[in-house]
């Protein structure tokens, strides 16, 4: 009989649940004026004159804005020097000046008024010709800031973001950290309400419920609950099943705090495995240690994801995509974006180093049968890999 797994309810769980008492400290103005100034840095190196970034991940990472994308243009422009210039629309002030955590210049536009003629504007003032653009950012503004200034080199800019926010801080890691442990204490007293014909949907409204009472931002930042045959579908299929005695049970949800993601999956079966669903479990967790093992300084992304390929496709899997194996990459970076550079992928070149951030799930799919997802994450030391969370223990005791 699996441990930890039933024998509790909802009701219950909510209640022994206190809001998490060792919280991060939020990140300081001093870290994202240091931002800034690594920016500018690899301005430099990239040969640009300035730097635009839109809403979303990246604006939060810069200047503390925490607004998401809208067909609105809301931008930072950064200069070479001076202070970074906000560009937004004049009726979102006094929210604007609450958010802001850096110290900018404000150029705000009316409804009737074109954003892009600020941007381009701004970048006459300052004699900037090479503009590297938010590679988030939609095409729908960089063609219009094109239009706006035909004469202007747009280019890239990635180099200068993913250069900044691929590598942690210890403030950054300490709040993935908080993030990372709040979500696996959901995922226990999850395991806990399981009952036959619980419905996936009350699994979901639970851990949404558990994570906002543990301190999460807005609870859940996304959630997948399947049971039996939709285990076998990485993100699942529709519908809203009911749990039944013998069935794989695949949860993989998260939350944020301050902006940071978790992103944890946990596989276990409601009753007795079976003798295959047991050799797969124990097969997946072989392959998620050798893929934090591959993680050396130095090395490229791609050889955490050929070292778990490889103990798969030793035990008859594969090879490469093909099922029954592995279906996706075995990881991918995480921090103010639920899913960002680098990739444990083959062909992600990209050295592994100190602050480096991903997840390591290098899923099992057993076509139209069922599916093993074991996800915890890692952060590169300066000697090699560490888990933020300690991966599951064994099929029939996931949480030890």
Known sequence: MTSGIGGSTAAQELAAIAPWADRAAPIATTEREARIEKARRLMRANRADALLIGAGASLRYFAGIPWGASE??????????????????????????????????????????????????????????????????????????????????LVDGSPIVDGCRTYKSAAELALLQQAKSMTLE???RAARILTPGIRASEVTRFLDEAHRKIGASGGNSFCIVQFGRATAFPHGLPGDAALQEGDVVLIDVGC???????????????GDATDEQRRVWALEKEAQAAAFDAARPG???????????????????????????????????????????????????????????????????????????????????????????????AIDRPFG
């Open 256 to 270: 944020v705090i301050e902006g940071y993601h978790s992103d944890i999956t946990r596989t276990y079966v409601f």
């Open 72 to 153: 609105r243009l809301v931008a930072m422009l950064l200069p070479m020097c001076g202070k970074p210039i906000v560009i937004a629309p004049a009726f979102e002030l006094g929210t604007l000046e609450a958010d802001l955590e850096v110290e900018v210049e404000l150029r705000l536009w009316e409804e009737d008024e074109s954003p892009s003629d600020l941007v381009v504007g701004a970048l006459r003032e300052i004699g900037a010709t090479r503009l590297a653009i938010d590679p988030a950012m939609a095409f729908l503004f960089v063609d219009r800031i094109r239009r706006a200034g035909p004469s202007l080199d």
């Open 186 to 188: 959901v995922h226990r």
């Open 299 to 393: 090395l490229p992304c791609e050889a955490v994801d050929a070292a778990a390929r490889a103990v798969l496709e030793e035990a008859g899997f594969g090879p490469d995509y093909r099922l029954p194996g592995l279906p996706h990459r075995t990881g991918h970076g995480i921090g103010l974006s639920i899913h960002e550079p680098a990739y444990l992928v083959r062909g992600d070149t990209t050295p592994l180093a100190p602050g480096m951030c991903f997840s390591n799930e290098p899923m099992i799919v057993i076509p139209d049968r069922f599916g093993i997802r074991l996800e915890d994450h890692f952060y590169m030391a300066e000697d090699g890999p560490r888990w933020f969370t300690e991966p599951s223990t």
